[in-house]
C-alpha cells in the first residue's frame, strides 16, 4: 500500500486496542528466535498494522521476535540480490500484490517464494477472489480498492473514463507513477481493463492532453491534493475511514466509483526461499490471519480484510465503500503483460 504514515491521527476514530488474546494456535509449537520481515515504510512505526502485529505476536510468544525492514526499492531489491546469488536477508516479504509477483517469475528462474498455503492454518479463509497466487505462495492479508477521491464542490459525478478527457476535468486529476506505486500501478491497469491493450496508450495521451499531474507515489499526491492542487487524485474506496470527523470538511473527501467500479488492489505475504526461520514465518502469517489480527490490520491499514467473517468496528462500516463492482487481472492474465505494459505507458507518458 505505501501509504498513510504521515495522516496518523488526522480525522480518525479511535484505534482498537491491543488488549486480549488473539486465540492463535500455531501449527508448530511456541514459535521462538527472530524473524526479519521485509515490508514498505508506512507498514510500521507509531500505530501502524505492522507494529501492532509485532507487539501482539511477541507479547503471546516471548521467544519470538519480529524485526522489520524497509528496503529502498520493495520487492526489486531481492529480485536484484536474487540474480545476483546474494543472500536475502529477510525471511517473510509483507506487502506483495499480484504484478509485482508476476514480474519476481518473469526475471528469475528459481523462485523467490516458497508455496505455503496448504500447511498454512487459515489460508483456507481467504476470500476466493483474493486469492493471488495460482502456486500459493503469496497469502492475501488485506485489500483495497483504487477509486478516484474528489471534492465535491469543484466536480461531481457520475465518473466514466471517457469523461475524464472532457474540458471540464481539464488539470483536475493527480494520480501516481506505475513504475512505482501500487494506487498508481492498479489504476494504469485499470485502464487496460476499461480500453484494451490496444487502446489504453491512446487513452493516456488523452489523460497528458487534459493535464493529468503524475506524482511519484501516493503520499506526494495525496499532499498536492490536500494543498488544493487539483480536485481530484486517484486514492482509495476507504479515504472517509480516515478524515472523517466533527471539524473534517467531507466534502474534500467524496469517493467515486469510475464506470461504478473500482480496481481491487490485494496486498499479501510470502516466505521468502532459503529462510532458516521457514517454521517461525509460517507461524507469524498463521497469525496474520487469525480474526482479531485481521481486525486490527485492516483498521490501521485501512483497508479491507481478506479473511472470511471478520467484523470491522462500526465507523469502518460505516465510512468504507466497496464499489459496485470491483475488478482485477489474475495472476494468469499479468503473466507475459504488465512488463510491457508498464514500459509501454512509461515511454508514453515520458514523452509529454
Known amino acids: 500500500m505505501k ?23 500455531g501449527g508448530g509449537g511456541d514459535p521462538s528466535g527472530t524473524l526479519t ?9 507509531e500505530g501502524t498494522a505492522g507494529t501492532w502485529l509485532k507487539s501482539a ?28 546469488d546474494a543472500p536475502i536477508d529477510a525471511d517473510l516479504y509483507v506487502g506483495l500484490n499480484t504484478g509485482e509477483l508476476v514480474r519476481a517469475d518473469e526475471r ?32 492475501t492479508y488485506d485489500t483495497g480498492y483504487i477509486t478516484l477521491v474528489y471534492d465535491e ?3 461531481s459525478g457520475p465518473f466514466t473514463f471517457d469523461a475524464l478527457l472532457d474540458p471540464e476535468f481539464e488539470d483536475a486529476l493527480i494520480t501516481q507513477n506505475a513504475q512505482q506505486s501500487d494506487p498508481g500501478r492498479a489504476f494504469l491497469l485499470w485502464t487496460i481493463d476499461a480500453k484494451g491493450e490496444d487502446g489504453y496508450l491512446d487513452y493516456w495521451q488523452g489523460l497528458v492532453d487534459n493535464g493529468v499531474t503524475i506524482l511519484d507515489d501516493w503520499e506526494p499526491a495525496y499532499n498536492a491534493y490536500l494543498a488544493e492542487e487539483a480536485p481530484m487524485v486517484v486514492s482509495y474506496s476507504t479515504d472517509q475511514v480516515y478524515y472523517h470527523g466533527p471539524d473534517v470538511d467531507m466534502s474534500r473527501h467524496q469517493v467515486g466509483f469510475i464506470e461504478d ?25 498463521e497469525f496474520v490471519l487469525t480474526p482479531e ?43 507475459g503483460n504488465v512488463s510491457t505494459w508498464i514500459e509501454n505507458w512509461a515511454r508514453q507518458v515520458a514523452t509529454n
Open 57 to 84: 505476536f511477541e507479547g503471546e510468544y516471548p521467544d519470538a521476535t519480529v524485526e522489520f525492514v524497509t528496503p529502498e526499492n520493495g520487492l526489486n531489491q531481492y529480485i536484484q540480490r536474487a540474480q545476483q
Open 293 to 335: 489480527a485481521q481486525r486490527e490490520v485492516a483498521s490501521r491499514n485501512v483497508q479491507y480484510p481478506a479473511v472470511e467473517g471478520v467484523e470491522m468496528p462500526e465507523e469502518f462500516s460505516q465510512y468504507a465503500y466497496e464499489p459496485p463492482e470491483a475488478v482485477t487481472f489474475t495472476y494468469d492474465e499479468l503473466a
Open 261 to 285: 467500479q473500482g480496481y481491487a488492489n490485494p496486498e499479501a505475504m510470502a516466505l521468502f526461499a532459503g529462510s532458516d526461520q521457514s517454521e517461525l514465518g509460517r507461524q507469524f502469517m
Open 37 to 45: 520481515v521485509a515490508t514498505y515504510s508506512s507498514f510500521t512505526g
Open 108 to 139: 528469475l528462474d528459481t523462485d523467490l517464494f516458497v508455496s505455503v498455503e496448504n500447511s498454512l492454518d487459515g489460508a483456507e479463509r481467504v476470500k476466493s477472489d483474493l486469492r493471488i497466487d495460482p502456486d500459493g505462495r503469496a497469502i
Open 153 to 155: 464542490d469543484e466536480v
Open 3 to 25: 501509504r498513510r504514515t504521515f495522516l496518523t491521527g488526522v480525522g480518525t476514530a479511535g484505534a482498537v486496542g491491543l488488549a486480549g488474546c488473539t486465540g492463535f494456535v
